[in-house]
């Protein structure tokens, strides 16, 4: 397997793949290696409802109305740590945290830039996964 994906992190996201390869490899597997359309269903259907996340996530933010962004973090959350977008899936996890009163001192506005940033990297990696697929 092509490792691209799943390296490379750009300027200040860490030393953290945009996608884990190890909980990768476990959603291949629990899906099924040999059912490539199903996996690929998955992942668009992971990139499409994730984008609309992101999108509610910045316009609530930009807006000040921080209960919209609530659920939206808590979904993508969840759903990104279930294809492996671990550091997605932390940052969403600390955002919620702040908006539910339990980690006081974050910047929602640096938060949300981070996000929609670290989605941008996941949509990247799980475009080249899902190449590898096809055909």
Known sequence: MNRQSFQNPGP???NSPAISET????LVEMVGPDEPDVLLD????????SSGLVNTILEG???????????PAH???SSSASIG?????KLCADLEAYLRGSLPGLDVNVQVKMIHSEFGRVETALELEKAKFVG
């Open 12 to 14: 200040g996201e860490g």
């Open 23 to 26: 909980e990768f490899q476990a």
């Open 42 to 49: 998955l992942l668009d259907t992971y990139l499409v409802e």
């Open 61 to 71: 933010a930009s807006s000040g109305d921080l209960a919209s962004v609530l659920r």
């Open 75 to 77: 979904s993508l959350k």
């Open 85 to 89: 977008a671990l550091r997605l899936s």
